[in-house]
Protein backbone atom coordinates (compact mmCIF):
# COMPACT_ATOMS: atom_id res chain seq x y z
CA UNK A 1 0.00 0.00 0.00
CA UNK A 2 1.69 3.39 -0.98
CA UNK A 3 0.89 5.80 1.78
CA UNK A 4 0.97 8.90 -1.37
CA UNK A 5 -2.17 6.91 -2.52
CA UNK A 6 -4.07 7.58 0.68
CA UNK A 7 -6.49 10.98 1.81
CA UNK A 8 -5.11 12.48 4.91
CA UNK A 9 -1.64 11.48 4.50
CA UNK A 10 0.14 14.01 2.37
CA UNK A 11 1.00 16.14 5.36
CA UNK A 12 2.85 13.44 6.63
CA UNK A 13 4.73 12.32 4.10
CA UNK A 14 5.13 14.78 1.66
CA UNK A 15 5.87 14.63 -2.05
CA UNK A 16 7.75 12.52 -3.86
CA UNK A 17 9.97 14.99 -5.76
CA UNK A 18 13.21 14.77 -3.17
CA UNK A 19 13.74 11.72 -1.85
CA UNK A 20 16.27 12.62 1.06
CA UNK A 21 14.39 15.74 2.12
CA UNK A 22 11.03 13.43 2.28
CA UNK A 23 13.62 10.69 4.60
CA UNK A 24 14.78 13.30 6.32
CA UNK A 25 11.55 15.03 7.25
CA UNK A 26 10.30 11.00 8.42
CA UNK A 27 13.69 11.26 11.02
CA UNK A 28 13.12 14.51 11.92
CA UNK A 29 8.87 13.79 12.73
CA UNK A 30 9.70 10.14 14.06
CA UNK A 31 12.72 11.40 16.50
CA UNK A 32 10.24 14.41 17.56
CA UNK A 33 7.16 12.39 18.29
CA UNK A 34 9.41 9.59 19.88
CA UNK A 35 11.62 11.44 22.28
CA UNK A 36 9.55 14.22 22.42
CA UNK A 37 11.18 18.09 24.13
CA UNK A 38 13.78 18.39 21.83
CA UNK A 39 15.27 21.72 20.70
CA UNK A 40 16.27 22.19 16.64
CA UNK A 41 20.29 21.99 17.86
CA UNK A 42 19.51 18.50 19.56
CA UNK A 43 17.74 17.07 16.96
CA UNK A 44 20.77 18.23 14.29
CA UNK A 45 22.53 16.29 17.11
CA UNK A 46 21.10 13.08 17.13
CA UNK A 47 20.55 12.72 13.29
CA UNK A 48 23.71 14.12 12.17
CA UNK A 49 21.88 16.35 10.00
CA UNK A 50 22.71 20.50 9.56
CA UNK A 51 21.27 22.87 11.60
CA UNK A 52 19.92 24.84 8.81
CA UNK A 53 18.78 21.49 7.11
CA UNK A 54 16.68 20.79 10.86
CA UNK A 55 15.25 24.60 11.12
CA UNK A 56 13.89 24.31 7.64
CA UNK A 57 12.23 20.91 7.98
CA UNK A 58 11.25 22.22 11.46
CA UNK A 59 9.24 25.31 10.15
CA UNK A 60 7.56 23.37 7.44
CA UNK A 61 6.12 21.01 10.21
CA UNK A 62 5.27 23.96 12.45
CA UNK A 63 3.31 25.21 9.41
CA UNK A 64 1.85 21.72 8.73
CA UNK A 65 0.85 21.48 12.54
CA UNK A 66 2.76 18.54 13.34
CA UNK A 67 5.02 19.92 15.56
CA UNK A 68 4.73 22.37 18.04
CA UNK A 69 6.63 24.77 19.72
CA UNK A 70 6.26 23.85 23.99
CA UNK A 71 8.52 26.84 25.72
CA UNK A 72 12.23 26.69 26.48
CA UNK A 73 14.63 24.70 27.85
CA UNK A 74 17.93 25.06 29.86
CA UNK A 75 20.20 27.93 28.96
CA UNK A 76 23.80 27.66 28.82
CA UNK A 77 24.12 31.45 28.95
CA UNK A 78 22.43 33.19 25.67
CA UNK A 79 18.80 32.94 24.55
CA UNK A 80 17.15 29.82 26.29
CA UNK A 81 16.70 27.35 23.34
CA UNK A 82 12.64 26.00 22.14
CA UNK A 83 11.45 22.82 23.04
CA UNK A 84 9.81 21.46 20.67
CA UNK A 85 6.73 18.68 20.90
CA UNK A 86 4.85 16.71 18.22
CA UNK A 87 1.20 17.36 17.93
CA UNK A 88 -0.29 14.32 19.12
CA UNK A 89 -3.71 15.39 17.85
CA UNK A 90 -3.27 16.10 14.24
CA UNK A 91 -4.71 12.73 13.43
CA UNK A 92 -6.97 10.05 14.53
CA UNK A 93 -6.59 6.43 14.69
CA UNK A 94 -9.11 3.68 14.94
CA UNK A 95 -8.17 0.59 16.45
CA UNK A 96 -9.80 -2.98 16.57
CA UNK A 97 -10.21 -5.75 18.41
CA UNK A 98 -11.63 -8.63 17.16
CA UNK A 99 -12.62 -11.29 19.05
CA UNK A 100 -15.23 -14.64 19.02
CA UNK A 101 -18.68 -12.53 19.82
CA UNK A 102 -17.86 -9.16 20.26
CA UNK A 103 -15.49 -6.39 18.44
CA UNK A 104 -13.82 -3.67 20.50
CA UNK A 105 -13.01 -0.07 19.08
CA UNK A 106 -11.19 2.82 20.09
CA UNK A 107 -10.59 6.27 18.15
CA UNK A 108 -6.90 7.19 19.91
CA UNK A 109 -4.48 10.15 19.10
CA UNK A 110 -1.49 10.13 17.26
CA UNK A 111 0.23 9.17 20.31
CA UNK A 112 -1.48 5.95 21.40
CA UNK A 113 -3.54 7.74 24.23
CA UNK A 114 -7.40 6.60 24.01
CA UNK A 115 -9.93 9.33 23.36
CA UNK A 116 -13.17 6.66 22.93
CA UNK A 117 -13.72 3.28 23.35
CA UNK A 118 -16.92 1.67 22.44
CA UNK A 119 -17.50 -2.49 21.93
CA UNK A 120 -20.39 -4.59 20.24
CA UNK A 121 -21.53 -8.29 20.19
CA UNK A 122 -21.74 -10.10 17.27
CA UNK A 123 -23.19 -13.32 15.14
CA UNK A 124 -22.08 -14.05 11.49
CA UNK A 125 -25.06 -15.90 9.72
CA UNK A 126 -22.98 -16.05 6.46
CA UNK A 127 -19.41 -16.07 5.30
CA UNK A 128 -17.31 -12.81 4.44
CA UNK A 129 -20.01 -11.21 6.50
CA UNK A 130 -17.16 -9.50 9.02
CA UNK A 131 -16.44 -6.10 6.95
CA UNK A 132 -20.11 -5.14 6.61
CA UNK A 133 -20.67 -5.80 10.24
CA UNK A 134 -17.58 -3.39 11.03
CA UNK A 135 -18.39 -1.06 8.83
CA UNK A 136 -21.78 -0.19 9.83
CA UNK A 137 -20.60 -0.06 13.09
CA UNK A 138 -17.42 1.97 12.88
CA UNK A 139 -19.53 4.22 11.16
CA UNK A 140 -21.45 5.56 13.82
CA UNK A 141 -18.86 5.38 15.81
CA UNK A 142 -16.95 7.23 14.61
CA UNK A 143 -19.62 9.87 13.92
CA UNK A 144 -20.63 10.31 17.14
CA UNK A 145 -16.84 11.13 18.31
CA UNK A 146 -14.91 13.12 16.00
CA UNK A 147 -14.85 14.30 12.66
CA UNK A 148 -14.33 11.87 9.92
CA UNK A 149 -11.73 13.71 8.16
CA UNK A 150 -9.24 13.49 11.24
CA UNK A 151 -8.98 9.64 10.82
CA UNK A 152 -5.80 8.48 9.76
CA UNK A 153 -6.07 4.77 9.36
CA UNK A 154 -7.60 1.65 10.97
CA UNK A 155 -5.61 -0.82 12.89
CA UNK A 156 -6.96 -4.08 13.44
CA UNK A 157 -5.97 -6.97 15.63
CA UNK A 158 -7.20 -10.25 15.10
CA UNK A 159 -6.52 -14.15 16.19
CA UNK A 160 -5.49 -16.49 14.03
CA UNK A 161 -2.88 -15.69 11.44
CA UNK A 162 -2.83 -12.66 9.07
CA UNK A 163 -1.65 -12.29 5.15
CA UNK A 164 0.15 -8.77 5.50
CA UNK A 165 0.70 -8.77 1.42
CA UNK A 166 -3.45 -9.15 1.26
CA UNK A 167 -4.88 -8.09 4.56
CA UNK A 168 -6.87 -11.04 4.81
CA UNK A 169 -7.09 -13.14 8.04
CA UNK A 170 -5.86 -16.28 6.65
CA UNK A 171 -6.49 -18.96 9.16
CA UNK A 172 -8.52 -18.58 12.83
CA UNK A 173 -10.07 -21.63 14.45
CA UNK A 174 -11.37 -18.94 17.40
CA UNK A 175 -13.09 -16.80 14.65
CA UNK A 176 -13.98 -20.02 12.79
CA UNK A 177 -12.89 -18.09 9.08
CA UNK A 178 -11.24 -19.09 6.42
CA UNK A 179 -9.72 -16.15 3.92
CA UNK A 180 -11.74 -13.30 6.09
CA UNK A 181 -10.98 -10.43 3.95
CA UNK A 182 -11.07 -7.11 5.82
CA UNK A 183 -9.59 -5.19 3.18
CA UNK A 184 -13.48 -3.41 2.31
CA UNK A 185 -13.01 -2.03 5.64
CA UNK A 186 -10.12 0.30 4.64
CA UNK A 187 -11.57 0.76 1.16
CA UNK A 188 -14.61 2.31 2.25
CA UNK A 189 -13.35 4.68 4.40
CA UNK A 190 -10.45 5.73 2.48
CA UNK A 191 -7.46 5.28 5.03
CA UNK A 192 -5.01 2.59 5.22
CA UNK A 193 -5.61 -0.48 7.10
CA UNK A 194 -3.65 -2.36 8.70
CA UNK A 195 -4.24 -5.94 10.13
CA UNK A 196 -1.84 -8.51 12.35
CA UNK A 197 -2.65 -10.71 15.04
CA UNK A 198 -2.67 -10.68 18.37
CA UNK A 199 0.45 -11.13 19.67
CA UNK A 200 2.19 -9.31 17.36
CA UNK A 201 -0.38 -6.28 18.32
CA UNK A 202 0.29 -6.81 21.67
CA UNK A 203 4.29 -6.75 20.82
CA UNK A 204 3.91 -3.53 19.30
CA UNK A 205 1.56 -1.69 21.86
CA UNK A 206 4.51 -2.90 24.20
CA UNK A 207 7.27 -1.37 22.27
CA UNK A 208 5.17 1.87 21.69
CA UNK A 209 4.04 2.96 24.73
CA UNK A 210 4.60 0.25 26.91
CA UNK A 211 7.61 -1.98 28.79
CA UNK A 212 8.78 -2.58 25.67
CA UNK A 213 10.11 0.86 25.25
CA UNK A 214 13.14 0.21 27.43
CA UNK A 215 14.20 -2.82 25.85
CA UNK A 216 15.72 -3.79 22.09
CA UNK A 217 15.19 -7.65 21.91
CA UNK A 218 12.28 -8.61 23.82
CA UNK A 219 9.43 -11.20 23.39
CA UNK A 220 6.09 -10.28 24.40
CA UNK A 221 3.93 -13.17 24.99
CA UNK A 222 0.19 -13.46 25.41
CA UNK A 223 -2.08 -16.01 26.66
CA UNK A 224 -5.53 -16.80 26.83
CA UNK A 225 -7.98 -19.02 24.41
CA UNK A 226 -4.77 -19.33 22.49
CA UNK A 227 -1.01 -18.81 23.41
CA UNK A 228 1.13 -16.78 21.14
CA UNK A 229 4.16 -14.22 20.83
CA UNK A 230 5.21 -11.54 19.02
CA UNK A 231 9.33 -10.96 18.65
CA UNK A 232 10.84 -7.54 18.75
CA UNK A 233 15.05 -7.53 17.18
CA UNK A 234 16.18 -5.11 17.23
CA UNK A 235 13.73 -2.63 18.05
CA UNK A 236 12.00 -4.24 14.90
CA UNK A 237 8.73 -6.94 15.48
CA UNK A 238 10.08 -9.49 13.38
CA UNK A 239 7.43 -11.03 11.17
CA UNK A 240 8.65 -13.99 9.61
CA UNK A 241 8.18 -14.91 6.05
CA UNK A 242 4.11 -14.16 5.73
CA UNK A 243 3.74 -12.68 9.39
CA UNK A 244 3.60 -16.14 11.15
CA UNK A 245 6.62 -16.03 13.10
CA UNK A 246 6.19 -16.70 17.24
CA UNK A 247 3.71 -19.13 16.45
CA UNK A 248 4.49 -20.01 19.95
CA UNK A 249 1.16 -22.19 21.28
CA UNK A 250 1.82 -24.46 18.03
CA UNK A 251 5.81 -25.61 19.07
CA UNK A 252 5.60 -29.42 20.12
CA UNK A 253 6.22 -29.60 24.17
CA UNK A 254 4.83 -33.63 24.16
CA UNK A 255 5.67 -35.76 21.32
CA UNK A 256 3.00 -38.11 19.73
CA UNK A 257 0.42 -36.90 22.46
CA UNK A 258 -2.62 -35.11 22.55
CA UNK A 259 -4.38 -34.00 19.08
CA UNK A 260 -4.21 -30.02 18.28
CA UNK A 261 -7.36 -28.75 16.26
CA UNK A 262 -4.00 -27.37 13.68
CA UNK A 263 -3.26 -31.26 12.96
CA UNK A 264 -0.18 -31.55 14.99
CA UNK A 265 0.24 -33.42 18.38
CA UNK A 266 1.31 -32.19 21.46
CA UNK A 267 1.05 -28.37 20.79
CA UNK A 268 1.78 -26.32 23.71
CA UNK A 269 -1.42 -24.44 23.89
CA UNK A 270 -2.88 -27.53 24.96
CA UNK A 271 -1.24 -27.59 27.88
CA UNK A 272 -1.62 -23.40 28.41
CA UNK A 273 -4.54 -22.20 27.34
CA UNK A 274 -7.80 -21.37 29.01
CA UNK A 275 -8.86 -25.19 27.39
CA UNK A 276 -6.17 -26.61 29.85
CA UNK A 277 -7.63 -24.92 32.55
CA UNK A 278 -11.12 -26.09 31.70
CA UNK A 279 -10.33 -30.02 30.48
CA UNK A 280 -8.00 -30.43 33.61
CA UNK A 281 -10.45 -29.32 36.01
CA UNK A 282 -12.84 -31.12 34.62
CA UNK A 283 -11.23 -34.06 34.87
CA UNK A 284 -10.87 -33.58 38.05
CA UNK A 285 -14.41 -33.72 39.39
CA UNK A 286 -15.03 -36.69 36.69
CA UNK A 287 -12.67 -38.81 38.79
CA UNK A 288 -13.72 -37.33 42.02
CA UNK A 289 -11.02 -35.49 43.33
CA UNK A 290 -12.34 -33.07 46.51
CA UNK A 291 -11.76 -29.89 45.13
CA UNK A 292 -14.20 -26.80 45.06
CA UNK A 293 -14.62 -27.45 41.61
CA UNK A 294 -17.32 -29.63 41.68
CA UNK A 295 -19.90 -26.83 43.27
CA UNK A 296 -18.52 -23.91 40.67
CA UNK A 297 -20.59 -25.74 37.82
CA UNK A 298 -20.36 -24.74 34.57
CA UNK A 299 -16.58 -25.14 34.66
CA UNK A 300 -14.55 -21.91 33.24
CA UNK A 301 -11.44 -20.63 33.74
CA UNK A 302 -12.62 -17.92 35.67
CA UNK A 303 -14.39 -20.89 38.35
CA UNK A 304 -10.70 -22.59 38.12
CA UNK A 305 -9.39 -18.67 39.69
CA UNK A 306 -12.48 -18.48 42.25
CA UNK A 307 -11.70 -21.82 43.73
CA UNK A 308 -7.46 -21.31 44.05
CA UNK A 309 -8.61 -17.85 45.33
CA UNK A 310 -10.74 -19.84 47.83
CA UNK A 311 -8.35 -21.51 48.71
CA UNK A 312 -8.60 -25.19 47.16
CA UNK A 313 -5.12 -26.40 46.50
CA UNK A 314 -6.09 -28.32 43.24
CA UNK A 315 -6.95 -25.50 41.98
CA UNK A 316 -4.26 -23.43 42.89
CA UNK A 317 -1.79 -26.54 41.39
CA UNK A 318 -3.65 -26.69 37.94
CA UNK A 319 -2.96 -22.92 37.64
CA UNK A 320 0.67 -23.47 38.74
CA UNK A 321 1.28 -26.18 36.24
CA UNK A 322 -0.50 -24.40 33.30
CA UNK A 323 2.34 -21.82 34.48
CA UNK A 324 5.26 -24.31 34.02
CA UNK A 325 3.85 -25.35 31.20
CA UNK A 326 3.61 -22.12 29.44
CA UNK A 327 7.64 -21.33 30.51
CA UNK A 328 8.79 -24.48 28.99
CA UNK A 329 7.51 -22.75 25.72
CA UNK A 330 8.82 -19.33 26.40
CA UNK A 331 12.23 -20.88 27.46
CA UNK A 332 12.52 -22.48 24.19
CA UNK A 333 12.10 -19.15 22.87
CA UNK A 334 14.55 -17.11 25.05
CA UNK A 335 17.21 -20.30 23.95
CA UNK A 336 16.56 -19.34 20.12
CA UNK A 337 16.57 -15.32 20.58
CA UNK A 338 18.48 -14.55 23.62
CA UNK A 339 16.25 -11.75 24.72
CA UNK A 340 16.40 -9.11 27.05
CA UNK A 341 12.93 -9.62 28.39
CA UNK A 342 9.52 -11.73 28.30
CA UNK A 343 6.59 -9.22 28.49
CA UNK A 344 3.17 -11.33 29.33
CA UNK A 345 -0.44 -10.49 28.76
CA UNK A 346 -3.64 -11.80 27.44
CA UNK A 347 -6.96 -12.63 28.85
CA UNK A 348 -5.38 -15.91 30.68
CA UNK A 349 -3.69 -13.58 32.97
CA UNK A 350 -6.13 -13.57 35.06
CA UNK A 351 -4.90 -13.64 38.68
CA UNK A 352 -0.95 -13.51 38.68
CA UNK A 353 -0.03 -15.60 42.29
CA UNK A 354 -0.44 -19.23 40.81
CA UNK A 355 0.20 -18.84 36.91
CA UNK A 356 3.14 -16.95 37.46
CA UNK A 357 4.70 -18.71 40.62
CA UNK A 358 4.91 -21.57 37.83
CA UNK A 359 6.17 -19.38 35.02
CA UNK A 360 8.78 -17.94 37.40
CA UNK A 361 9.79 -21.77 38.52
CA UNK A 362 10.12 -22.70 35.48
CA UNK A 363 11.89 -19.76 33.75
CA UNK A 364 14.73 -19.67 36.89
CA UNK A 365 16.66 -22.74 35.49
CA UNK A 366 17.35 -21.86 31.71
CA UNK A 367 20.78 -21.81 29.41
CA UNK A 368 22.00 -18.52 30.02
CA UNK A 369 21.22 -18.05 33.95
CA UNK A 370 25.15 -17.65 34.51
CA UNK A 371 25.41 -14.42 32.48
CA UNK A 372 25.55 -11.19 35.03
CA UNK A 373 22.39 -9.65 32.42
CA UNK A 374 19.37 -11.33 33.89
CA UNK A 375 16.31 -12.49 31.97
CA UNK A 376 13.36 -9.76 32.68
CA UNK A 377 10.25 -10.78 33.11
CA UNK A 378 7.21 -8.55 33.27
CA UNK A 379 3.42 -8.58 33.00
CA UNK A 380 1.72 -6.06 30.80
CA UNK A 381 0.78 -2.66 32.44
CA UNK A 382 -1.82 -1.71 29.64
CA UNK A 383 -5.15 -4.19 30.59
CA UNK A 384 -6.99 -4.94 28.45
CA UNK A 385 -6.37 -1.77 26.63
CA UNK A 386 -2.83 -3.08 25.31
CA UNK A 387 -4.79 -4.93 22.37
CA UNK A 388 -6.37 -1.34 21.11
CA UNK A 389 -3.32 0.58 21.55
CA UNK A 390 -1.35 -2.35 19.99
CA UNK A 391 -3.86 -1.67 17.16
CA UNK A 392 -3.39 1.62 16.85
CA UNK A 393 0.44 1.17 16.79
CA UNK A 394 0.08 -1.01 13.77
CA UNK A 395 -1.48 2.51 11.82
CA UNK A 396 1.58 5.03 13.68
CA UNK A 397 3.97 2.58 12.83
CA UNK A 398 2.86 2.64 8.69
CA UNK A 399 2.35 6.81 9.09
CA UNK A 400 5.61 7.29 10.32
CA UNK A 401 7.92 4.51 9.47
CA UNK A 402 8.40 3.55 13.41
CA UNK A 403 12.02 1.61 13.73
CA UNK A 404 10.53 -1.23 15.07
CA UNK A 405 7.65 -1.77 12.13
CA UNK A 406 8.88 -1.94 8.67
ZN1 LIG B 1 -1.36 -27.03 17.30
Not at 83 to 106: R, S
Not at 172 to 181: E, Q, R
Request: charged share 25%; proline share 3%; glycine share 10%.
Amino acid sequence: MRVEEKSGMNLLRKGNKDLIKELNRSLVIDMVRLQGNLTRTEIAKKTGLGLSTITNIIDELIKDNLVSEIGTGDSRGGRKPVLLKFNGDYGVIVGLKIEKQQIKMCLANLEGKILHKDHFTYVLKEKNQLSGVIIEKLESFIEQNVCASKVVGIGIATPGYVDQESNEVVYSPILKVDHGDLKPIGEHFNVPLLIDNDANVFALAEKWIGLGREYRNFIGVTVGAGVGAGIVIDNMLFQGTFGGAGELGHITIHQGDRLCYCGQRGCLELYASDAYLVNEAKRMVSIGVPTLLESLTPITPESVVTAAQRGDTYAQELLVKQGENLAIGIKNMVHLFNPEAVILGGEGLREEEFLLKGIKKELAVHFFVKHPRKLQFHTTEMGEDVWLIGACALVASHLFKVPIYK
